[in-house]
């Protein structure tokens, strides 16, 4: 199974702030990955598909990029609403393996 | 919209099992895959597998192979997963999720409660 980790497992910030998250796969895995945003007692929504393309609604200060096995979750300008758990996830290999979260807090 | 609807929580004793039907409405059941990932308490996501409603055929990850079997009804439009031999490393909330290969859609999840 390809393994997904994910930098930093906690992130305190500020509203404003710029925040990076890294996501690492344990095997090549092109573009296909994906970026999910979860707030506690909800269903994850999906920000980022296909590393670096963003879903309809989501907000343009998410942004994605990298391929292989680096990725990154950038949010330009955190807002109070983004205070939340971010998950990267692989599909380019079954099982389509979940990283373990970045919590963003205050 | 495109809606995924499960039905309600459930509390299992360990040994027994536990089917849980996810209703989609909004698309077309038969152009996507559905898929199904659990996250117990305080954990992350879990991939547990897909199925093609065009078909049927199924993918699980290897954890579960063997004691998971995932279901469509097109009649209705429901999409089942039955997990079985459940022990209380089971507890979680599972999800069903619309997608291809990535999931675009979620349903609202299910609480799965194994205790004796």
């Known amino acids: 199974d390809i393994r997904m980790t994910q930098s930093p497992s906690t992130l305190s910030a500020s509203v404003g702030d710029r925040v990076t998250i890294t996501c690492r796969a344990s095997?090549?895995?092109?573009?296909?990955l994906a970026w999910y945003q979860q707030k506690p007692g909800n269903a994850p929504t999906l920000l980022i598909y296909k590393a670096s393309s963003l879903e309809g609604g989501v907000p343009s200060r998410f942004s994605g990029s990298g391929s292989g096995t680096e990725f990154t979750l950038t949010i330009s300008g955190l807002q109070p609403d983004d205070f939340a758990t971010y998950y990267c996830?692989?599909?380019?290999?079954?099982?389509?393996?979940f990283g373990p979260g970045t919590k963003v807090d205050i | 919209q495109v809606q995924l609807v499960q039905s309600g929580a459930e509390v299992k004793k360990p040994g027994a099992s536990v089917k849980i039907a996810c209703r989609a409405t909004?698309?077309?059941?038969?152009?996507?895959?559905m898929h199904w990932v659990r996250q117990a308490p305080g954990q992350g996501l879990e991939w547990m597998g897909r199925?093609?409603?065009?078909?049927?055929?199924?993918t699980y990850a290897q954890t579960f192979q063997g004691r998971v079997t995932m279901t469509t009804d097109t009649s209705t439009g429901t999409v089942y997963m039955e997990v079985r031999s459940l022990t209380s490393d089971d507890t979680a909330v599972y999800y069903c999720?619309?997608?291809?290969?990535?999931?675009?859609?979620w349903g609202q999840g299910v609480l799965v409660t194994v205790s004796s």
């Open positions: 999720a619309r997608g291809g290969d990535f999931v675009d859609h």
């Open positions: 909004g698309f077309n059941l038969m152009n996507y895959y």
């Open positions: 199925i093609n409603p065009s078909g049927g055929s199924t």
């Open positions: 095997q090549p895995i092109s573009t296909w």
């Open positions: 996830q692989q599909y380019n290999t079954s099982p389509f393996t």
